[in-house]
């Protein structure tokens, strides 16, 4: 055999148990044909094979983006990204040279806007001193709350308030106007409809299809949408991507990427349940995991959200929030009904993804899963939930027995990456930081883990969430260390991905007979400091055997 592609003098780190360590690796016809020394390898060189010199560098398993939106993403690519701003006078300057660089948009938007971004939350009359005849809005971080000045609440009907589902809320002041916050995609979704890009969040705001269908141009421009979010997936060493919003159009237009040839990463897409949903709209469900099954683009699975987030109190929790006794958040699903609705999705063989950030969703969410186990028995099914930023302590040990895999984003605890410290750490309390972002708790009692980002909500970068694991550090003398050192981190980002989507057999470790999907980095990830992890770079993406990224 002659190999298409071979990586040689490189440290390979293969994830595989049975031979964890390598220095090269000879791919032909999109999958792996030989793991060994570069001697052995360079047996299966011929003339028309690619050779790529690792130079001493890691070389892994190609990163697995477990909780993505790709098409939100790729649109937002495009927007004013506000991280890391604070201050009226800086994100005015911002604000403004944004507005002053796109004229003839009809509709402004920035991202990653903080909580306390003026040193409290923001208010339309904020924002209305600095840009107040145009339409201008700010989403927050975590994508869950909005901002939007007077213009863009005119525009979009909210100025006067507007009824929103349980969950959500267009909050209102005492003079019976809108104070500019919207919480949750309900309340804000007619805003950031004015952009012109409302069918890039369609599969998370309503899991439906695009009414009427898009026009050619719009339709290509859609495609483009998508086709920035790939790009930027393979700068980063990504080469496959759990979607976790999605419609049948979206997988349509990725298959169109694929036809050019600009398909640069497998991509799982998710059937959206929401509230107003009876079962029967599981049929759709089971009509995109029949339809969508190649080793390029597949469903098979459904998403559901259980609450918010906890900066916002949209986070359902067991105990009251500090700051506002009596208020535990609301469920956007009655438990009984979600046990239901759960049951349900699993008798069909589909799998479940459940956004629960409190303590309160992720036990509604683990009693549904068993409930669901009790009524149809137990099955390989793999069955997530997204985040768990908090769980009680009798929980835990539930995810390993029911064999749930824990879905979790090294950015996202406070101080670890970006998201600041406040609000959110007073949110949760004192007294229950310690079951905060629990990852070695879950893992060492047998749950399964996946590590990902949740971009656009966090940077993508797999190598800055890498450090924000590997450096995370406890909020206070005597809270246990919940990290899980490097290696098992670099599993977590790489074998872990595979197996929560099903796809271990394929992905996930380098071995003969698995895809050729690798990532080469610029330097020795075991030999760099912790704190300078994020200092290295993508000296090469390569998916299916094809070099996407080549730094």
Excluded at 449 to 461: G, H, K, L, R, Y
Aim: charged share 25%.
């Amino acid at each position: 055999m002659t190999a298409d592609l071979i990586v040689t003098n490189a440290r390979v780190l293969t994830m595989d148990d049975a031979k964890p360590r390598a220095g090269a690796v000879a791919a032909k016809d999109g999958r792996i044909r030989a793991v060994g020394t570069p001697e052995e390898i360079a047996a299966l060189r011929g003339p028309d094979t690619e050779v790529i010199d690792g130079r001493d560098a890691t070389l892994l398993p190609g990163f697995v983006e477990s909780h993505c939106h790709l098409f939100m993403g790729g649109a937002e690519l495009a927007h004013l990204q506000l991280g890391g701003i604070t201050g009226f006078d800086a994100v005015a300057q911002a604000i403004r040279d944004f507005a002053a660089a796109n004229p003839d948009r009809p509709m402004l938007m920035a991202q990653g806007a903080d909580y306390m971004i003026f040193g409290r939350s923001a208010t339309r009359h904020d924002l209305d001193r600095i840009l107040p005849n145009r339409p201008f809005a700010m989403a927050s971080p975590d994508h869950h709350t909005m901002w939007a000045n007077s213009a863009a609440l005119a525009a979009a009907g909210l100025l006067n308030g507007h009824q929103t589902p349980p969950g959500s809320e267009v909050v209102m002041d005492a003079d019976g106007t809108a104070t500019g916050e919207l919480r949750e995609p309900p309340a804000y979704g007619p805003v950031a409809g004015l952009t012109g890009e409302e069918r890039s969040t369609l599969g998370l705001r309503t899991g439906g299809e695009p009414d009427p269908t898009p026009s050619a141009e719009e339709r290509a421009a859609d495609r483009e949408m998508l086709a920035r979010a790939l790009a930027h997936l393979a700068r980063h060493g990504i080469t496959s991507a759990t979607n976790m919003d999605g419609n049948a159009y979206t997988l349509t237009l990725l298959r169109e990427l694929q036809d050019e040839g600009r398909l640069t990463a497998r991509v799982k897409v998710a059937f959206h349940f929401k509230p107003f949903m009876e079962l029967d709209a599981l049929d759709k469900a089971e009509a995109m995991a029949r339809d969508w099954r190649d080793d390029w683009l597949s469903s098979g699975f459904v998403k559901i959200f259980m609450d918010g987030v906890i900066d916002s109190g949209t986070a359902v929790m067991l105990n009251d929030y500090p700051d506002r006794p009596g208020w535990r958040g609301d469920p956007l699903f009655d438990p009984a009904r979600f046990a239901q609705i759960a049951t349900e999705i699993d008798r069909r063989g589909l799998q479940i993804a459940v956004h629960a950030i409190g303590d309160g969703a992720v036990r509604i969410v683990i009693d549904g899963y068993e409930a669901a186990q009790r009524a149809n028995g137990q099955r390989d099914s793999r069955h997530r939930i997204e985040h768990i930023e908090l769980i009680d302590p009798a929980d835990v040990p539930r995810l390993g027995a029911l064999g749930i895999t824990a879905s979790v984003q090294p950015p996202h605890p406070p101080g670890a990456m970006d998201n600041p410290m406040e609000p959110t750490v007073s949110k949760i309390g004192r007294a229950r930081w310690a079951d905060a972002y629990r990852w070695r708790t879950l893992v060492e009692a047998g749950a399964p883990i996946a590590f990902a980002s949740d971009w656009p909500v966090s940077d993508v970068a797999p190598l800055r969430g890498i450090k924000a694991a590997v450096m995370r550090k406890p909020w206070a003398d005597g809270l246990q260390d919940e990290r899980i050192g490097l290696m098992s981190t670099l599993s977590a980002y790489t074998r872990g991905g595979a197996y929560a989507a099903h796809a271990d057999g394929t992905r996930g470790v380098l071995k003969p007979g698995h895809f050729a999907d690798m990532v080469l980095l610029t330097g020795d990830i075991e030999a760099v400091a912790p704190e300078r992890i994020d200092a290295l770079g993508i000296a090469a993406t390569i998916t299916g055997g094809r070099v996407v990224y080549r730094a």
